[in-house]
């Protein structure tokens, strides 16, 4: 909802859009938050005075206060909903099984990157068997995610594998970072929870110069779409 302040058009204020930026655009699904991680490092960095991470991924940047105060943590989980290589299919399709929730029905015609274990981009896009000849009532229904696949522009099986895509592999979104109409209102995909993780990081930030009693930590949490575990063992 828009309140005075947000209807005039003054882009941001003190936002910095940039870190925002860096946040979303990075492509990190469950179990594969690297590179998420790396960008909380990197805006983290001369600002906290240590930086560790636990043993399952999760990221943790530490102000250390002046006294005897409490210990404070802020959490925001880095890995995003996306998708891992479950099958190439003799066509060069590719078959997927879901990391997090995602609703099958918004899914068609979605542009989607396949990352390689070494690092290598693959644009596709989720397509579906065509709907011509398909009886009125399956055509109102949802798709089931095992009815899609993605199309990489390959002719078979060999041709993808050759690529260097494996079983496993991950697959994130597509979505650019946008200013909207409004510049207040910003567009991209990953605000869950990357928003978090970037607002843990911008206090750590602010605090530079601060003095304050208590220990702050800045926690960029793994796997919280399939279950919270990141959080479970940083808060540790």
């Known amino acids: 909802m828009c309140n005075e302040k ?22 990190g699904i469950t179990g594969h938050e690297a590179g998420a991680s790396r960008v909380m490092k990197k805006w983290m960095e001369g600002y906290v005075d240590t930086i560790e991470y636990d043993n399952l991924g999760s990221i943790l940047g530490t102000k250390k206060g002046s006294g005897n105060g409490p210990r404070f943590a802020m959490f925001g ?37 396949i990352t390689t274990r070494e690092g290598k981009e693959i644009y596709g896009m989720i397509s579906a068997p065509a709907p011509h000849g398909m009886p009125a009532e399956v055509m109102k229904t949802v798709k089931q995610l095992d009815e899609l696949f993605i199309d990489i522009g390959v002719c078979d099986k060999q041709e993808a ?15 650019e970072f946008r200013e909207m ?41 793994v796997q ?13």
């Open 161 to 175: 594998e050759d690529l260097g895509i494996r079983i496993g592999d991950m697959i994130t979104l597509v979505s």
């Open 224 to 236: 919280e779409e399939v279950g919270l575990r990141g959080a479970k063992t940083a808060a540790y």
């Open 6 to 27: 947000t209807r005039i058009l003054e882009p941001y204020g003190d936002v910095n859009v940039d870190l925002l930026k860096d946040f979303c655009q990075a492509k």
């Open 181 to 221: 109409a409004n510049p207040n209102y910003l567009m991209a995909k990953a605000w869950d929870d990357r928003i978090g993780a970037a607002i843990a990081t911008e206090v750590v930030r602010n605090l530079k110069d601060v003095d304050h009693l208590a220990d702050v930590v800045a926690v960029g949490s």
């Open 77 to 113: 989980h880095l890995d995003e909903v996306g998708f891992y290589v479950k099958k190439i299919e003799d066509s060069g399709f590719i078959r997927v099984v879901n990391a997090g929730g995602l609703w099958p029905h918004v899914l068609l015609a979605q542009e989607v990157m």
